[in-house]
């Protein structure tokens, strides 16, 4: 493996429960010394006893002395290594959380030997050790700022090893067929073949098609782990603020018979069947000399650039009169997912509402049936919601396949597929295996990238940069 050793033999120390006052606090120490050095301030409530001869994984209670005075009564966790998460001897004291304690306590192993955790150094010390690979550690990273369902499963399913132990089996056949290759260049000169073309041409195509599911896996990765950016767009005075209320549950948008009314973008997030939307309310299209109101639908249009979904809002009343056509929008946008929505339909009769649901009107999602709700009653509200959450496609969560959701990752696979595409043509055009054994070695580097089997100090940096500190 190679990696860059960049583990320090000394100890480490960092709060690791949030900043602030709360019910308890846990402040964590790692290192071969940090049972010893604990121990030297811990007084045992059951008379004296000696934290560096305890069991592994036991819990003790006593108080936490500097000098003759007691800092606070505590609870003492025990994990000595190699059977912790850092691999290390790790001590986790859990005191009361007020903040005047926790300094104390920081204070007294700092001025003791003791030195102040960077971000994310557990997880790359455990990563060091061998605890973990790399994606594992970047999954614990997307665990803890977690906010839904979907981002919450997607990393699980990485912090389980789901997505390197894929990585990794590819990697370890590719190596096996790199070695036969690299073995037959050593006997160039006798023109001896020690691997199977056939079966060498089986795995480039296996793996090919591997690292192609796996990249296109991330345009449904990236939006359930960053949430999904609505727009809801319309004419003015069609409900679009209403709307927003209806789904949020609150009055968060102005609502108003008077068109115009929303001039600026109300933005607002909300969890729906685990997954998180970016509801983006915005100014009504119509064509105004009004100089601030038309700096609104300026806005409108870039909204409708940067949204992953755009709900197209008509008034029941009003479809054949509306000039802002769903054909125009479709066809200014034709890679955006819209949905056509009929609202206000609380202000038609039965016999117009059943008419309604027979008229041949152009809408995105050919086949489905055509959303209609009145956003100010809450009626047709689950339809909408069941349409979202089908075009999230969540499918693939249950089905339990591997998810990438790391822009990481996903450019070590772009990469890892240009170099074994150029291995598929280079045993097309049947070139000389040294040449095929450089692009081999390409696709392993970047493959090796994931998982950490290949690390620089720079990557390494980069990566747990962005943890924080005490994990």
Same mark, same amino acid.
């Given at each position: 493996?190679?990696?860059?050793?960049?583990?320090?033999?000394?100890?480490?120390?960092?709060?690791?429960?949030?900043?602030?006052?709360?019910?308890?606090?846990?402040?964590?120490?790692?290192? @071969?010394?940090?049972?010893?050095?604990?121990?030297?301030?811990?007084?045992?409530?059951?008379?004296?006893?000696?934290?560096?001869?305890?069991?592994?994984?036991?819990?003790?209670?006593?108080?936490?002395?500097?000098?003759?005075?007691?800092?606070?009564?505590?609870?003492?966790?025990?994990?000595? @290594?190699?059977?912790?998460?850092?691999?290390?001897?790790?001590?986790?004291?859990?005191?009361?959380?007020?903040?005047?304690?926790?300094?104390?306590?920081?204070?007294?192993?700092?001025?003791?030997?003791?030195?102040?955790?960077?971000?994310?150094?557990?997880?790359? &010390?455990?990563?060091?050790?061998?605890?973990?690979?790399?994606?594992?550690?970047?999954?614990?990273?997307?665990?803890?700022?977690?906010?839904?369902?979907?981002?919450?499963?997607?990393?699980?399913?990485?912090?389980?090893?789901?997505?390197? %132990?894929?990585?990794? $089996?590819?990697?370890?056949?590719?190596?096996?067929?790199?070695?036969?290759?690299?073995?037959?260049?050593?006997?160039?000169?006798?023109?001896?073949?020690?691997?199977?073309?056939?079966?060498?041409?089986?795995?480039?195509?296996?793996?090919?098609?591997?690292?192609?599911?796996?990249?296109?896996?991330?345009?449904?990765? #990236?939006?359930?782990? $960053?949430?999904?950016?609505?727009?809801?767009?319309?004419?003015?005075?069609?409900?679009?603020?209403?709307?927003?209320?209806?789904?949020?549950?609150?009055?968060?948008?102005?609502?108003?018979?008077?068109?115009? %009314?929303?001039?600026?973008?109300?933005?607002?997030?909300?969890?729906?069947?685990?997954?998180?939307? &970016?509801?983006?309310?915005?100014?009504?299209?119509?064509?105004?000399?009004?100089?601030? !109101?038309?700096?609104?639908?300026?806005?409108?249009? !870039?909204?409708?650039?940067?949204?992953?979904?755009?709900?197209?809002?008509?008034?029941?009343?009003?479809?054949?009169?509306?000039?802002?056509?769903?054909?125009?929008?479709?066809?200014?946008?034709?890679?955006?997912?819209?949905?056509?929505?009929? $609202?206000?339909?609380?202000?038609?009769? !039965?016999?117009?509402?059943?008419?309604?649901? %027979?008229?041949?009107?152009? &809408? &995105?999602?050919?086949?489905?049936?055509?959303?209609?709700?009145?956003?100010?009653?809450?009626?047709?509200?689950?339809?909408?919601?069941?349409?979202?959450? @089908?075009?999230?496609?969540?499918?693939?969560?249950?089905?339990?396949?591997?998810?990438?959701?790391?822009?990481?990752?996903? !450019?070590?696979?772009?990469?890892?597929?240009?170099?074994?595409?150029?291995?598929?043509?280079?045993?097309?055009? #049947?070139?000389?295996?040294?040449?095929?054994?450089?692009?081999?070695?390409?696709?392993?580097?970047?493959?090796?990238?994931?998982?950490?089997?290949?690390? %620089?100090?720079?990557?390494?940096?980069?990566?747990?940069?962005?943890?924080?500190?005490?994990?």
């Amino acid at each position: 493996m190679q990696q860059v050793n960049t583990i320090k033999n000394d100890t480490i120390i960092a709060l690791a429960t949030s900043s602030g006052v709360g019910a308890i606090a846990v402040i964590r120490l790692s290192g @071969d010394s940090a049972i010893f050095i604990v121990n030297n301030f811990f007084q045992s409530k059951s008379g004296k006893k000696d934290l560096t001869k305890v069991k592994s994984h036991t819990i003790h209670l006593g108080n936490l002395v500097d000098g003759n005075r007691i800092i606070d009564e505590v609870l003492i966790s025990v994990f000595k @290594d190699p059977h912790s998460y850092t691999g290390e001897n790790i001590v986790e004291i859990s005191s009361h959380g007020s903040v005047y304690i926790q300094q104390e306590i920081l204070q007294l192993f700092l001025k003791n030997g003791v030195r102040h955790a960077d971000a994310g150094e557990f997880t790359l &010390r455990a990563f060091l050790n061998g605890k973990m690979d790399l994606s594992q550690a970047e999954a614990i990273a997307d665990l803890i700022a977690s906010d839904s369902k979907a981002s919450h499963q997607i990393a699980m399913q990485q912090m389980r090893g789901g997505f390197s %132990t894929e990585i990794e $089996n590819l990697r370890k056949q590719l190596l096996n067929f790199a070695s036969l290759i690299e073995l037959e260049l050593d006997f160039a000169e006798e023109e001896v073949e020690f691997s199977d073309r056939n079966q060498f041409q089986e795995l480039v195509n296996k793996i090919r098609n591997v690292l192609k599911n796996l990249i296109d896996s991330f345009a449904v990765g #990236n939006v359930l782990k $960053n949430g999904i950016p609505v727009a809801i767009v319309g004419e003015p005075n069609v409900g679009k603020s209403t709307l927003l209320n209806a789904l949020l549950n609150e009055e968060k948008a102005i609502v108003s018979h008077i068109a115009g %009314t929303t001039r600026d973008a109300i933005e607002d997030d909300i969890s729906i069947n685990g997954v998180t939307y &970016r509801f983006i309310d915005t100014a009504g299209i119509r064509e105004t000399v009004d100089e601030i !109101e038309s700096i609104g639908i300026k806005k409108t249009f !870039e909204n409708i650039e940067k949204a992953q979904l755009v709900l197209h809002l008509m008034e029941a009343r009003q479809i054949q009169n509306s000039k802002f056509k769903i054909q125009n929008l479709e066809k200014q946008y034709p890679n955006k997912k819209i949905l056509t929505i009929i $609202n206000k339909t609380d202000l038609l009769s !039965e016999a117009e509402n059943s008419k309604l649901k %027979t008229q041949n009107l152009p &809408r &995105r999602l050919a086949g489905s049936e055509l959303i209609l709700l009145s956003a100010k009653n809450k009626t047709g509200i689950d339809t909408l919601i069941q349409n979202l959450t @089908d075009l999230a496609n969540t499918g693939i969560l249950s089905n339990n396949q591997t998810i990438v959701s790391n822009s990481r990752h996903f !450019e070590a696979l772009n990469n890892a597929l240009k170099a074994i595409l150029e291995v598929q043509k280079g045993i097309d055009n #049947n070139i000389s295996s040294d040449l095929i054994a450089i692009d081999i070695r390409e696709a392993l580097y970047h493959l090796g990238l994931i998982t950490g089997a290949i690390s %620089t100090e720079d990557l390494l940096g980069n990566i747990f940069a962005n943890f924080c500190i005490g994990k």
